[in-house]
């Protein structure tokens, strides 16, 4: 069993930042890709980034030059820097985590809300 805890999300005004964190607790042998999805009202869950063990990054073109990913493997935790932020970035962030035993498996936050008022 493992847990994925999300926090750092609020209510921002356009322009402004937050800066999101996740960590993982529980029966964790080796973490491989980590990552953040949003989901906003009736629309499908989406990438905004993710983070290899190596520390490789990947972002949607959405967020691209504002969000920056980052991880602390000694802290099983991942990171979202989110800069520049827009009323459309406006969801409920996920953090994905991938977990290596014989085989990965895929674990979710319960998710925490960005709302980005304009």
């Known amino acids: 069993q493992v847990q994925v805890v999300e926090s750092g999300g609020g209510l921002v005004q356009a322009g402004g930042s937050l800066r999101l964190s996740c960590v993982a607790t529980g029966n964790i042998f080796r973490l491989n890709a980590m990552g953040w999805y949003r989901q906003a009202p009736g629309k499908q869950r989406e990438l905004v980034a993710d983070?290899?063990?190596?520390?490789?990054?990947n972002y949607a073109d959405s967020v691209k030059g504002r969000f920056t990913i980052s991880r602390d493997n000694a802290k099983n935790t991942v990171y979202l820097q989110m800069n520049s932020l827009k009323p459309e970035d406006t969801a409920v962030y996920y953090c994905?985590?991938?977990?290596?035993?014989?085989?990965?498996?895929?674990?979710w936050g319960q998710g925490t809300q960005v709302t980005v008022s304009s």
């Open positions: 983070i290899t063990s190596g520390g490789s990054t």
């Open positions: 994905n985590v991938r977990v290596q035993y014989s085989i990965q498996y895929v674990y």
